[in-house]
């Protein structure tokens, strides 16, 4: 342990004394850091230890995929986000420096990583490939979240440097693409070597992902949906569904599993390489507190901690209102805290429970599921049926259902008709994963539905933005910027 505590302490230094460039305000590396650092593999593979604590970090937050969607209601404390309101503005727009800090790392590794020598070909050329599927993923966060971005391919290691404006959103897509076509060249083995770090099945499921992104947001037609179909199925390689599902979430990287990332009590540390006490999952923010379930007939099934939950949300009654009661998700999802009287005190969360130490307090370390086999079973069906291969779409959706104990899809065989169960069927599967608001956008761009009609903040907002505005301090910063369209 202290070995590993000294790994990353000495990963924290870098990357503190690292970062991309004045465009995010941050300060570049210096010479007499890369220096000194980058000189064997042990650096390069100990840097990306680092690289996926802070690619943990950047997204362990519903705030970006989930909260402007219709997943949410208000829960029984304060906390609503400007994004779940939708009062989004130049004065309170989410930064993206984190997520360029995590390209700007990426970018290190990339560019030593190809010139250190290392004893074994295939563990440079692994890591070189987590490096291009962390780039490619993070630009891919920044596309759903901004549109236009910055491209920014190389470290930032000194001041002299131009400021890069925003790439058009099929650019950035380009760029997704191109890393992980080459992330999936340099993958050395077609399974995986552990499932909280990147591998080749991730890399087909991100690609799926972008694919589909690419088809039905940015005009990629065909050619991009059928590419898709073939991606999902490489990527479901060596996973299989599990049987009962709350199993899924209950074990750490168990057979469904694609690619995770780790949470766990005894491995958090901060950028001292010191012991983190508390550092929860997201979905603690859908948990109660103690004081408020403390008296609930069924408190016993209820997932509450002392400190760290936080109920700012609660599973919306529309997402409730598309389980039957068949649905064994249904009670793996969401519980309803009920009073001796019958009342409701609350409806929580009931996906990510936690760990509970006997010594201490309920933990929320449930990894964080970025890729699992029934989404991209869900992401086929969904390309088969933008291509009006109806049947087929069918076929894979119903493999999804029938885990689920809900039967085969009973509705009408249109092309319309099975889009719109499949989103719903992705709302059921992938509650709170992080999935709900690039659905609701790639199925609104191409005609499903109305997205405006789906989510009620966003709808009385009347044409709000789908993307995100920046700060107005990083057009102050970088004249080149110009905000998103709309603010």
Request: proline share 4%; charged share 20%; aromatic share 12%.
């Amino acid at each position: 342990m202290n070995t590993y505590i000294k790994t990353i302490s000495l990963i924290a230094i870098v990357f503190f004394t690292s970062s991309c460039s004045k465009i995010l305000d941050v300060k570049p590396v210096s010479s007499i850091t890369s220096e000194s650092y980058w000189n064997t593999e042990n650096d390069v593979t100990g840097y990306l230890t680092g690289i996926y604590y802070d690619m943990r970090a950047s997204v362990n937050t519903t705030f970006y995929l989930e909260d402007r969607g219709d997943t949410f209601s208000p829960g029984l404390e304060a906390g609503l986000s400007s994004a779940w309101q939708q009062n989004l503005t130049s004065s309170n727009a989410p930064n993206w420096i984190g997520y360029y800090n995590l390209i700007h790392h990426c970018n290190l590794v990339i560019k030593y990583g190809n010139i250190i020598s290392f004893t074994n070909g295939n563990n440079k050329n692994r890591a070189l490939a987590e490096a291009h599927f962390i780039r490619a993923f993070t630009y891919f966060w920044l596309l759903r979240s901004w549109g236009d971005v910055p491209i920014v391919l190389e470290p930032t290691e000194s001041d002299q440097i131009s400021l890069p404006a925003r790439a058009p959103q099929t650019q950035v897509m380009d760029q997704i693409l191109n890393d992980v076509n080459l992330a999936i060249s340099l993958f050395p083995e077609s399974g995986f070597v552990n499932k909280s770090r990147a591998s080749k099945p991730a890399a087909y499921a991100l690609k799926t992902d972008a694919l589909l992104w690419k088809a039905k947001v940015l005009a990629g037609g065909d050619a991009a949906l059928n590419e898709a179909v073939i991606t999902a199925d490489q990527a479901m390689a060596g996973v299989s569904l599990e049987p009962g599902f709350p199993n899924i979430f209950s074990t750490k990287n168990g057979q469904e599993v694609i690619f995770s990332l780790y949470f766990k009590r005894d491995d958090m540390f901060d950028q001292n390489g010191k012991k983190i006490d508390k550092s929860d999952q997201y979905g603690s923010t859908l948990k109660p507190r103690d004081i408020f379930v403390s008296n609930a007939t069924n408190v016993n099934d209820i997932a509450f901690s002392r400190g760290g939950a936080r109920s700012a949300y609660s599973p919306s009654q529309k997402f409730r209102d598309l389980f039957v009661n068949a649905d064994v998700r249904k009670a793996a999802s969401y519980i309803i805290a009920t009073a001796a009287n019958g009342s409701t005190i609350g409806i929580f969360d009931n996906k990510f429970r936690g760990t509970i130490y006997q010594d201490d307090d309920r933990y929320w370390e449930n990894d964080i599921i970025v890729y699992r086999l029934a989404e991209i079973i869900l992401f086929k069906a969904e390309a088969l049926a933008a291509l009006n291969r109806v049947p087929e779409a069918i076929t894979e959706l119903n493999k999804v259902r029938n885990r689920a104990k809900i039967g085969n899809y009973p509705g009408v065989e249109t092309k319309l008709a099975v889009e719109t169960e499949i989103l719903d069927e992705r709302f059921r599967e992938l509650y709170l994963e992080l999935k709900r608001w690039p659905d609701l956008i790639r199925f609104h761009k191409a005609g499903t539905i109305n997205i405006y009609n789906e989510v009620p903040n966003l709808g009385a907002k009347g044409n709000m933005p789908l993307f995100f505005p920046i700060p107005r301090t990083q057009i102050d910063l970088n004249p080149n910027l110009t905000q998103t369209l709309g603010y």
